[in-house]
């Protein structure tokens, strides 16, 4: 099912930018971040498949694994909650990215900023 949808978005020239699969007994979830998330929503529609949408924010990691535990300390002395992450499949300046989901996204800016961490847009991924 899933090369199925991925496939309906090449037709329309969009692009899985991000790709998260969490299976269990019951159902499965497929988180994806897209190169034109409107388009996404126009084709799912059309084609009655069902979705939710949540904001990301995407961090940029400069020295790849080695900042994780920066991003992350940020983040603890912020008091701010991972509800989930996952890293993209694309890698702007040849730099390592990750997609967090988090409780407080405005404090979380300012912390991971203040730390001198690049923040990305949906314009930067879309490139």
């Keep these: 099912a899933l ?4 496939k ?3 037709e329309h020239n969009i692009m899985v930018l991000a790709l998260s699969v969490q299976d269990s007994s019951d159902s499965s979830n497929v988180r994806m971040i897209v190169s034109d998330p409107q388009a996404l929503a126009e084709s799912f529609r059309e084609h009655n498949i069902p979705y939710s949408e949540c904001g ?5 990691l ?8 920066m991003a992350l300390a940020a983040l603890l002395m912020a008091e701010v909650n991972i509800y989930f992450s996952y890293p993209l499949l694309i890698r702007p300046r040849g730099r390592a990215l990750l997609a967090l989901h988090l409780d407080d ?13 690049q923040l990305l847009t949906q314009s930067d991924l879309s490139r």
Excluded at 56 to 60: K, L, R, T
Excluded at 62 to 69: P, T, V
């Design 3 to 6: 090369l199925e949808v991925v």
């Design 8 to 10: 309906l978005l090449n």
């Design 56 to 60: 990301v924010m995407v961090v940029e």
């Design 62 to 69: 400069r020295e790849g694994a080695a900042d994780l535990a």
């Design 105 to 117: 996204v405005e404090c979380s800016s300012s912390v991971l900023r203040g730390e001198g961490f």
